[in-house]
């Protein structure tokens, strides 16, 4: 067993199953002797580690760790770390005392009085605390038992003395019921100022000490690092080693071990181990998965009689329901983006991988919605800089997809001509006039109607991907299946939609369906047209052909899912609406903007569009177009303090839009991938490929 172990570690193809203990005769396997010895060596080590705080960055060179010296200086390492610490957490213990120590004493100082004459009497009742002198003083004079009292007071610090033979505690009585909060009297005496000045003396004292034991702790971990991080890893390679037999089926004088490995390398597995184990060993390929025998609904199907056949053939079946693993093969460009997938679930051995889809839609739907050059520059330079710095695959992942959809938001942001809310991009680059709008201003909301309409028909694209994918998915099961479990929801989407489109019964629709992708007419004012395709809905006949259409959809729908059918079939129509918070997010962030800069800048309205005061004044805006036209003045018009005031208004608020364009933009782009799209077709639950083996970074055997 051991000569297989070594021979499939060093070669790291073998994704083992496990044993699932149904094979009569056989048991699940027990550790190799050492494994126990290794797992304690390597929780000590991994505690030296965080005592010492050794990272990757500290390895050095490569270095082979022998048994010998693993015994010898692990313990002796062990022995002067831990006395290293203890003498730390001795030192840090006194530093948290004299804290709080000092904490307690300095209202004292406030107070003047010595220590000693605070409490320690028979017959005088002393509180100490903060709070309102008069209070205290209108509270022990309500006191018929108090014969004498006197007050002091300093920096809201109180003391109270009070004489009441008769009664135990009158004092504390007196206070329970004003605001005072009392202060426990410093166990020490004499002057509290010098009392404080022994504690500070006492404390520099201990820091210099602390420092001097952390440089020592230093001195000690780049001595040590590297040979703790290479005993980290051949460690962790024995416990593999010894702890994989748990994973195997086992009698007193055989052994089944079971796995996947890639199609292509196994002559390299079978003579490999062969010959590793001297011809005592047979290596077997059982079955080669194929994509489209494991149907996700029902993987590996068989009966009782075929395992037991599969048995007697020397086929084992670990696991009933064992899976390939799954390893995503996607370019490098899409790579950020499994991330997003596996937020889900990774896909299984049987289902399509749609990180490319997301690839292709995530950045364009985020882009749209901020669509602003200066918001899109920080989104790459933040993604960016998260890919390259951080040492966290997912943090790295995330800056990847920062990345994409800053590029696009760039991209739509020269479209809509704006950086920063600001149409100067529009200025420069398109002489004024940018080929899209946001709808926003009063003269462009025919764009913010144009983008509704939009939205849906990106809806339409989208969803449609999701349901041809489920076609072909259960496509395995039967055309029959294919249709009425997927084919049926496009089917009845498809033509519903295609009639709301249509001139059919036109009076009962808005009418910007039909205008604002139209031609500007007599009938159809200009400023009710964003974009002039000459679109004015799909003619009569493809509505009635789309009502047909439906109306078989949801037949099929009905055959296949009978009520739960006809209680979800909304669903078509709710799915493609709910891609209009596209648009919705869009005029948002516009806004956000736009009222950041208002208030900075000032702003008046002229022609239909708004323009900031930035090279203007509110007077001459006045002087010029009247008073009526003045949005808004602007901070910056406001003197000094409304310049200042301006600043911090204007930095503050567009690090608000930038931060809420992901948590809005972001997250309402994440919804629609994984409600509107995923939810059509996937399922998740691959294992990921980890064949047994280890990727030395610290040790060698040579």
């Not at 126990?36 to 929780?43: C, F, G, I, M």
């Not at 009933?320 to 390939?324: A, C, K, Q, T």
């Not at 790459?380 to 390259?388: K, L, N, S």
């Given at each position: ?6 021979a499939?570690?060093d070669?790291?193809?073998v ?20 494994a ?8 000590i080590?991994r ?10 960055d500290?390895a050095?060179?490569?270095r ?7 015994a010898s ?48 009497y028979?017959h005088l009742?002393?509180a100490v605390g903060?709070?309102?002198a008069?209070?205290?003083v ?16 300093e ?15 009158a004092?504390g009585d ?15 005496s ?8 022994e ?9 210099w000490?602390?420092e001097r034991l ?5 001195e000690?971990?780049?001595?040590h ?7 980290e ?6 416990v593999q080693?010894?702890e ?6 086992t009698?007193?004088h055989a052994?089944v071990?079971?796995g996947?490995?890639p199609?292509?390398?196994?002559d390299?597995l ?13 290596v ?6 194929d994509?489209?025998d ?8 068989h009966s009782?009689s ?8 020397g086929g084992?079946?670990?696991e ?5 693993p ?7 460009i ?5 991330i ?11 289902e ?10 995530f ?16 989104y ?9 710095r ?6 790295r992942?995330?800056g990847g997809?920062?990345v994409?959809?800053?590029a ?9 001509g704006?950086?920063?809310g600001?149409?100067?991009i ?7 006039a ?6 926003l ?5 025919a ?15 989208h ?6 994918i489920?076609?072909a998915?259960e496509l395995r099961h ?23 489109f249509?001139r ?14 139209n ?7 200009a400023e009710n ?5 000459g679109?004015?809905g ?9 009502l ?5 959809g949801?037949g099929l729908l ?19 609406l709910s891609?209009t918070r596209?648009?919705a997010v869009l005029?948002?962030?516009a806004g956000m903007?736009f ?26 805006v006045?002087?010029?177009f009247g008073?009526?036209?003045l ?19 204007f ?5 608000v839009?930038l931060?809420l364009?992901?948590t ?16 059509k077709f ?7 490929y980890?064949p ?7 040790t060698?055997?040579?």
């Open positions: 067993m051991r000569d297989v172990i070594e499939t570690h070669l790291h193809l994704h083992f199953s496990d044993y699932d203990g149904d094979i009569e005769g056989f048991e699940t396997g027990s550790p190799l002797s050492g126990e010895d290794a797992a304690d060596k390597l929780v080590v505690s030296l580690k965080s005592i010492l705080g050794v990272s990757e500290d050095g060179p490569t082979i760790v022998s048994e010998e010296r693993l200086e692990l313990e002796s390492i062990r022995s002067e770390v831990n006395e290293l610490d203890d003498r730390r957490s001795e030192l840090e213990d006194e530093l948290r005392d004299i804290e709080g120590k000092l904490e307690t004493a300095h209202p004292f100082v406030e107070l003047g009085y010595d220590l000693d004459l605070l409490s320690g028979d009742d002393v903060e709070g309102n008069d209070e205290v209108e509270a022990i004079e309500a006191r018929d038992d108090v014969d004498a009292y006197d007050v002091e007071s920096g809201g610090v109180v003391a109270a003395f009070a004489h009441a033979p008769e009664t135990d505690d004092l007196a206070l329970l019921g004003i605001d005072f909060e009392p202060l426990d009297v410093p166990d020490a004499g002057d509290p100022e010098q009392y404080v000045e504690l500070e003396h006492r404390q520099e004292k201990l820091q000490k602390l952390e440089n020592e702790i230093e000690y971990r780049l001595e690092a590297g040979f703790l991080l290479a005993a890893e051949k460690l962790t390679i024995e080693k010894t994989i037999p748990l994973q195997f089926a009698t007193d052994f071990a079971e996947w490995i199609t292509e390398t196994f390299e079978e003579s490999t181990v062969e010959t590793a184990a001297d011809g005592t060993v047979a077997e390929e059982l079955e080669v998965a994509y489209e494991y149907a996700s609904e029902h993987p590996h199907e009782e075929d395992e037991k056949e599969a048995t007697a053939d084992i079946a670990f009933e329901d064992d899976e390939p799954v390893v995503q093969d996607n370019p490098s899409a790579k950020p983006f499994e997003l997938v596996e937020m889900v679930n990774r896909p299984r051995y049987s399509y991988d749609p990180t490319l889809i997301v690839l292709l839609t950045p364009l739907f985020f882009g749209f919605m901020i669509g602003d050059v200066g918001y899109g520059i920080l790459v330079a933040i993604g960016y800089a998260m890919a390259t951080l040492d966290s695959d997912a943090l992942s995330l997809i920062a994409w959809s800053g696009f938001t760039v991209l739509f942001g020269i479209l809509y704006e950086i920063f600001m149409h100067y529009g200025t420069i680059l398109w002489d004024g940018p080929p899209l709008h946001k709808g201003q009063p003269h462009y909301t764009y913010a109607r144009g983008w509704l309409l939009a939205t849906l028909f990106v809806a339409l694209v969803v449609t991907a999701g349901y041809v489920s076609f998915k039967g055309l029959k299946a294919a249709i009425t479990e997927s084919g049926s929801w496009a089917l009845l989407m498809l033509g519903l939609w295609a009639w709301i249509s059919h019964a036109i009076g009962g629709k808005p009418a910007f369906i039909f205008e604002v992708f031609q500007p007419t007599a009938q159809i004012p047209v964003a974009i002039a395709l679109f004015a799909f003619p009569v006949e493809v509505g009635l052909a789309g047909a259409a439906a109306a078989i949801f009905l055959l296949g899912e009978g009520i739960v059918g006809l209680l979800e079939s909304l669903n078509v129509l709710v799915n493609v891609y596209i648009a005029l948002a962030k903007a009222v950041v800069n208002l208030l900075f800048f000032g702003a008046y309205s002229h022609g239909g569009e708004f323009h900031f005061l930035v090279s203007e004044s509110p007077h001459h006045v002087e010029q008073e009526a036209a949005t808004f003045p602007g901070l910056i018009h406001m003197g000094v303090l409304g310049i200042l005031g301006g600043i911090v208004v930095l503050i608020g567009h690090l839009v931060a364009g992901v809005s933009a972001g997250l309402q782009a994440v919804r629609l991938e994984y409600v509107e799209f995923f939810g996937y399922d998740g639950g691959g294992a990921k980890h047994f083996g280890y990727k030395r970074n610290y060698t055997e040579d």
